[in-house]
């Protein structure tokens, strides 16, 4: 089976702008997670979503949104760009439901660097 | 709060020496706890798991893992270092059986001597 994808893979934005990242979870699985990762905070859980329904949300603000479509891909938004939302965003991808004996997979995420 | 402290943001081993990390838990029921590991610029790769079915876990590349509930520990170990395991190595825990959220430590940077 291929693994879980991320586009792009790299990207450089400007503060105040906006950027979509997309994860295309393993064949299957159905239960979509984003983490931020960065030196300061490590890694943070985002947002998790299963058959489109967004099932639990982390403490980040409201710039922060996510989707799923119903062939399970994901996307997440962040808008009015800040410096501190540089950082690698990591997509992880699971069946969705056996909750906590679960693995969740990861995909080699998306680096963004806000100037 | 469910939580996971990693002791030692680095370690540093010699080749064919055991590898050690340390990971503590604070948990007021069994937790579901893993071990990550990270080569630069790649994602997470699962290297055990633990579920309640066995207190010493098995992983990959001959690393392995005891859950002792009375310290709230889960360290991981390999018993002899290769060049290829320099990467940083993350426990991770979910709180319950409907949890799909994982919480990371701070992870621990693994250096290997030749």
């Known amino acids: 089976k291929a693994g879980v994808t991320q586009t792009p893979r790299y990207l450089i934005k400007t503060r105040g702008q906006q950027v979509t990242l997309s994860c295309s979870p393993i064949?299957?699985?159905?239960?979509v997670s984003w983490y931020q990762q960065t030196p300061g905070q490590g890694l943070q859980f985002l947002f998790e979503?299963?058959?489109?329904?967004?099932?639990n949300k982390g403490n980040f603000p409201g710039r922060f949104s996510g989707r799923q479509f119903s062939n399970s891909r994901s996307e997440m938004n962040v808008s009015t760009l800040e410096l501190g939302d540089s950082a690698l965003y990591l997509c992880?991808?699971?069946?969705?439901?056996?909750?906590?004996?679960?693995?969740?997979?990861f995909g080699p995420g998306t680096r963004l660097l806000v100037l | 709060a469910q939580s996971v402290t990693q002791l030692g943001s680095h370690v540093s081993v010699s080749e064919g020496a055991l590898v050690l990390l340390r990971c503590n838990y604070s948990s007021s029921v069994p937790p579901y706890l893993f071990w990550y590991v990270q080569y630069p610029n790649q994602g997470l790769q699962l290297l055990l798991k633990?579920?309640?079915?066995?207190?010493l876990v098995k992983g990959i590349n001959d690393f392995e893992a005891e859950f002792k509930k009375s310290e709230t520990s889960f360290h991981l170990t390999k018993p002899s270092a290769h060049m290829s395991d320099a990467a940083e190595y993350f426990c991770?825990?979910?709180?319950?059986?409907?949890?799909?959220?994982?919480?990371f430590g701070a992870g621990t940077t693994v250096t290997v001597r030749a």
């Open positions: 064949s299957g699985h159905r239960s």
């Open positions: 633990y579920t309640s079915a066995a207190t």
């Open positions: 992880a991808s699971s069946p969705g439901t056996a909750g906590g004996v679960e693995t969740q997979y």
């Open positions: 979503y299963f058959s489109e329904t967004q099932r």
């Open positions: 991770a825990v979910k709180k319950s059986s409907n949890d799909y959220k994982l919480s």
